[in-house]
């Protein structure tokens, strides 16, 4: 991604967005070659909500999901995962600590009490 794009994508509008969003949405539509009425009884919605979402005039998250299923393109929500990573220093640390040698368990033999 260019810093141009990105800035452009900064300075839109939620409404730019939506409509970009939905412009997606109808491109691969189109390149799977599906009738609006295909994609949406894939993705169990109506007809009418996949061409206002591909209009950019209502769009919500769930219907986002359902479409990027139905177009088999879920993974691009990938990027939204977190992932827990480990810092340099904190690795050293567990380097540290890990065990490099096994010992022998030894039994203590107890000692009788003495009666003084």
Request: aromatic share 6%; hydrophobic share 40%; proline share 2%.
């Amino acid at each position: 991604m260019t810093d141009i794009s990105y800035m452009n994508q900064v300075a839109s509008s939620d409404t730019a967005l939506m409509k970009t969003i939905g412009s997606f949405i109808k491109h691969h539509r189109l390149l799977q070659n599906k009738t609006q009425k295909q994609l949406a009884e894939d993705a169990g919605i109506v007809r009418s909500t996949l061409s206002l979402f591909e209009k950019g005039e209502n769009t919500s998250l769930l219907v986002f999901i359902q479409l990027l299923r139905a177009l088999k393109l879920l993974y691009l929500l990938k990027d939204f995962q977190v992932t827990s990573q480990i810092s340099p220093l904190q690795l050293a640390k567990l380097e540290q600590t890990k065990r490099i040698r096994a010992r022998r368990i030894t039994k203590i033999k107890t000692m009788p009490k003495s009666e003084w």
